[in-house]
């Protein structure tokens, strides 16, 4: 299993500011991916970060707007860009060990822009 | 890319009746399909997994059963108890979508009532 911190745990910010999330694993994990859960919705993936690398974005994410760093295999870093209040969702970070296993999930921040 | 379908979006039980959760997915390539539960305000929970080489695995009052040919997997829940009240998803992995990049579904909210 892997024990993951994901810090802030919420905050509200003014619009066009930006907030990094941080997310510590306990262990070395291969990969760690970013999700976003807007108010009542399911999960959409925003990225995947990469250890040493640029990040791979999916579609409609790009990196001007959701700067990824992944420094080494236990920590990685979301910014949120120029918020807007659209942008008002809970950003999970997410690690899985090996393929085919069981992803865990940090325990989300919830962001908030007035 | 991978798709992913649940059906239905809100599911009342009475405590002790069964719950079923059904998904469908669209890349024939995909090999793991997780479900996870989201209590409000934490973060998802894996409850059960299962991959493409297994058709029915269970976990107590938990099963899921996959169908690759018809590209469905269902979610079993026998006995329901208020505390299975939650959000379900179902995800899928693997194939043309990567190494664990889950696609959830929209989510299934279970309530139980006593």
């Known amino acids: 299993s892997a024990v993951i911190s994901q810090k802030p745990s919420r905050d509200i910010c003014q619009r066009g500011t930006s907030l990094t999330i941080q997310c510590q694993v306990d262990?070395?994990?291969?990969?760690m991916f970013w999700y976003r859960q807007q108010p009542g919705q399911s999960l959409t993936l925003i990225a995947t970060?990469?250890?040493?690398?640029?990040?791979?974005?999916e579609s409609g994410f790009v990196i001007d707007k959701f700067p990824i760093s992944r420094p080494n295999l236990t920590f990685s870093t979301l910014t949120v860009s120029n918020m807007s209040p659209e942008d008002s969702s809970i950003y999970l970070c997410?690690?899985?060990?090996?393929?085919?296993?069981?992803?865990?999930f940090g325990q989300g921040t919830r962001l908030t822009v007035v | 890319g991978e798709n992913v379908e649940q059906h239905p979006s809100t599911l009342s039980v009475q405590e002790g009746d069964s719950a079923v959760i059904k998904c469908t997915y669209s890349d024939s390539a995909s090999n793991y399909f997780p479900w996870y539960k989201q209590e409000l305000g934490k973060r998802p929970q894996l409850i059960i997994d299962?991959?493409?080489?297994?058709g029915e695995k269970k976990d107590q009052r938990i099963a899921v059963t996959l169908n690759k040919t018809a590209k469905h997997f269902s979610l079993h829940i026998t006995e329901t108890q208020p505390e299975d009240s939650a959000v379900y998803f179902c995800a899928a992995s693997g194939g043309n979508t990567g190494f664990q990049k889950l696609v959830f579904g929209t989510g299934t909210r279970l309530l139980v009532s006593p």
């Open positions: 970060a990469n250890q040493g690398s640029e990040a791979t974005y």
């Open positions: 299962i991959r493409s080489n297994v």
């Open positions: 262990s070395q994990v291969t990969m």
């Open positions: 997410s690690v899985a060990t090996r393929r085919d296993t069981e992803a865990f």
